[in-house]
């Protein structure tokens, strides 16, 4: 936290120049703040950070004309990573243990706490699996609900907007899943719940609830086995409902409801399949034909901004982010945040917009900077330095990021997201990581500083991020063209993103090697199967590599993959164990495993349920059976992924001498 005089704010320092390559620890400790938020009337500012402490703690810094920061709440066992206000004088928080291995995840909730923004009344309301943090543990006089609530909503209109009463979820479980949601209004200062009013004859099995600004539920998704049924509420005439289908086929998605009861969806439109912003016209039943947004190329994805319960934009991502705002006062004040800070998505939140007190905070960063929080007050017009967001980053050291389309095999638009090396340019062209996304039914990239790829290019690598057919937000055709193609048309787009690199004159003809997570690692695998004459390496982790584990289940090994899924959407989506037999027999790599003849690394955590050690024991049985001993590594503690920093060290430096080995130095 840049330092006033107590030691949290003051101007920014002149980034000092790095020696080159930055250190492995640069890019893979956990960000300095995590969050930053402005109170409801913008008096008060409040940051998670780990600064001045070991601990990610909660500070709130009073905007008065002598700035005072105040740690309000903070941990020895604990780190605060999420939190909101409620009202102007107290703030709700959930807490992870970011020195513990994400499989923890599995065994504690986050909880739920709350605290009043001068430090006092440090409250417990929701327990972590029944464990008490030791600190909060004689804070609350009233017994904390059990771990299966979770924050649903806190009013920002109408009569509740300031209170202390937020709508928390009861999940409630059957056969050890959860089956549907009830929500409360808990009180954050006592700790006391009430029932939300929910109208008469509401939907029962409810998986998702949609309220207004207000508080009111408004919209309902019941899930029943494989369909979904969408219910509203008309405040005078109650519930309807509105639509079923199957959980695959869905005519739009739920997206938000504002406070005169407009109900804004998300659907698919034309050939490709764009989502579009929507409203539903519930004289005509139906979606409106005219879009409220609509960002050709993309899958609408952003969110309307408002202040005081008005609506002053909209906020949307296409290759990168951008804000539209409907204001002349706010685009005016975009454009001159925009000329202060050039180089940098300008991202503003503000209280009283656009008003001649207005106070704003603008999270600015790019493709090379994880980025800085800026105040800015109206009144005086000061922009002021706040904080970095990751310390030790050097804009001028990272890499650029650059977005393509180009034209996979059989001609369907393919995404492809460029991390470029310093010097590289077509016919200077750099060695090679292909890396994968996991998911794989996400979208990838986004034009922001991402450690992973930022590492590589550090080491001169030239980092290849295909947007494979089966990604999200690129429209409803290419999702659907990845289906059933895990091992096939999707791992022929990840080869063609190599292929156009080396045509353009980027990619270094003989050297590379193909990486990922998850899906990104069962890519991994798979690229060394079916294209050997394209990689000199693979490194996978957490990787999927037994289809019929996946598909199936074993009664040996717990995972988290529901039943309904692997009895309804698994096998439309990935292949049908008995129709598709043969066919996922040949994109099972573990049934594959000798074909691989490449170097090959392998990692995996040992308390993932989302795809359990059992695929890389299966798999690295397989590859040595073969007579293919892999480097294998097994981080003890670790889920889905590697959250303490001294695994993500361990690993990427594993991984910088194994690319190293068999890429050769850049």
């Known amino acids: 936290m840049v330092a006033t005089s ?154 509740l907007a300031g209170s202390s009463e937020i709508l928390i979820g009861e999940w409630v479980f059957k056969a050890d899943r959860p089956e549907h949601i009830r929500p409360l209004w808990l009180d954050t200062s006592t700790g006391r719940t009430r029932s939300a009013d929910l109208g008469e004859r509401s939907p029962t099995r409810v998986s998702q609830w949609l309220f207004d600004p207000s508080g009111r539920a408004r919209f309902a998704v019941e899930q029943i086995e494989d369909k979904a049924r969408y219910h509203w509420r008309d405040l005078d005439k109650g519930w309807q409902q509105l639509a079923e289908a199957p959980l695959l086929k869905l005519p739009y998605e739920p997206f938000s409801v504002d406070d005169a009861g407009t109900f804004y969806v998300r659907r698919a439109s034309g050939a490709e399949g764009y989502q579009a912003l929507y409203r539903y016209d519930f004289k005509a039943g139906q979606v409106e034909k005219e879009a ?65 007190d207005m106070v704003a905070l603008i999270h600015a960063y790019s493709d090379r900077d994880p980025g800085r929080y800026w105040l800015y007050h109206a009144a005086s017009k000061r922009l002021q330095a706040v904080s970095t967001v990751i310390d030790g980053v050097d804009p001028r050291q990272s890499a650029s990021v650059d977005f393509k389309r180009i034209k996979a095999r059989d001609g369907r638009d393919l995404p492809v997201w460029l991390t470029l090396p310093r010097g590289v340019a077509p016919g200077q062209p750099a060695p090679a990581v292909v890396m994968v996304h996991g998911g794989p039914w996400v ?63 980027l990619a270094d003809p003989q050297r590379a090697c193909i990486a990922g997570a998850s899906y990104g690692g069962y890519a991994a695998l798979m690229g060394l199967i079916r294209q050997p004459e394209l990689y000199r390496c693979g490194i996978a982790w957490v990787a999927v590599t037994d289809m019929q584990l996946l598909l199936e289940g074993s009664s040996w090994t717990s995972d988290d993959v529901s039943d309904i899924a692997r009895r309804h ?98």
């Not at 008995?578 to 099972?588: G, H, Q």
Request: glycine fraction near 10%; include cysteine.
């Open 6 to 159: 107590m030691g949290l704010l003051a101007a920014l320092a002149t980034a000092q120049t790095q020696p080159a390559p930055p250190p492995v620890e640069s890019f893979f400790q956990h960000p300095a703040v995590l969050q930053a938020k402005l109170s409801p009337s913008g008096r008060s500012l409040a940051i998670s950070t780990s600064r001045g402490g070991q601990r990610v703690g909660l500070v709130v810094l009073e905007l008065d004309a002598a700035i005072r920061a105040r740690r309000v709440a903070a941990f020895n066992d604990a780190d605060i990573t999420r939190f909101d206000w409620v009202g102007e004088e107290s703030l709700v928080f959930q807490v992870h243990d970011l020195q513990a291995g994400s499989g923890m995840d599995y065994e504690r909730a986050p909880g739920l706490y709350a605290v009043r923004a001068d430090g006092s009344q440090l409250r417990m309301l929701v327990k972590r699996r029944g464990e008490m943090l030791r600190e909060a543990s004689s804070a609350g006089r009233r017994e904390p609900l059990e771990w299966n609530h979770s924050l649903l909503h806190i009013p920002d209109s109408g009569p």
């Open 443 to 505: 979208r990838g990239g986004h034009w922001r500083w991402q450690a992973e790829a930022q590492f590589l290019a550090s080491r001169g690598y030239l980092v290849i991020s295909p947007e494979f057919r089966g990604s999200t937000g690129y429209g409803e055709a290419h999702f659907r063209a990845g289906w059933k193609q895990w091992g096939r048309a999707m791992q022929d787009d990840v080869a063609d993103a190599l292929l156009w690199a080396r045509e353009q004159g």
């Open 292 to 356: 409220v947004v609509s960002t050709p190329g993309f899958d609408f994805a952003g969110s309307l901004l408002s202040d005081a319960g008005k609506t002053l934009g909209l906020r949307l991502e296409t290759d990168a982010e951008t804000t539209a705002w409907f204001a002349p006062a706010m685009r005016s004040f975009q454009a001159e945040i925009d000329a202060s800070l050039p180089g940098t998505i300008n991202h503003i939140s503000c209280r009283r917009c656009g008003e001649p």
């Open 569 to 666: 959407t698994l096998p439309e989506m990935i292949g049908d164990l008995k129709t598709d037999a043969a066919m996922l027999r040949e994109v099972s790599p573990v049934l594959q495993a000798a074909r691989i003849k490449a170097p090959l690394m392998l990692a995996f955590g040992s308390e993932d349920q989302r795809v359990p050690l059992a695929h890389g024991l299966r798999m690295r049985d397989a590859l040595r059976a073969a007579g293919r001993e892999p480097e294998w590594i097994t981080y003890a503690g670790e889920g889905h992924g590697w959250r303490k920093t001294e695994n993500r060290v361990d690993f990427y430096k594993r991984v910088e001498r194994f690319l190293g080995q068999h890429l050769g130095q850049p």
